[in-house]
């Protein structure tokens, strides 16, 4: 009966292995990059509005480079 509690406790050990370690490592990295990127804790205040308006402007700044838009444009306001 001892030899079953064993087995069970090491098939436990071993299936909860892999798990606990990635669980270590991303805390450990969590920690880390908090460390590294609290220097630049500006840099993360500013990038949140930027992520925020991206998706309403980004197609704007991607019309403007475009010429096409802007003779398809042009011609449909000359033709109304």
């Known amino acids: 009966m001892a030899a079953f509690g064993i087995t069970v406790l090491l098939n436990a050990g071993l299936l909860l292995f892999p798990d606990v370690a990635c669980l270590g490592l991303m805390i450990w990295t969590s920690g880390f990059m908090v460390l590294i990127l609290n ?7 500013f990038i949140g509005p930027i992520t925020l308006c991206f998706p309403t402007v980004s197609p ?5 480079h475009d010429r096409r838009v802007f003779k398809f444009f042009r011609s449909w306001i000359k033709a109304r």
Do not use: T
């Not at 704007?60 to 403007?64: F, T």
């Open 39 to 45: 220097p630049s804790r500006w840099l993360v205040i």
């Open 60 to 64: 704007y700044i991607l019309m403007s």
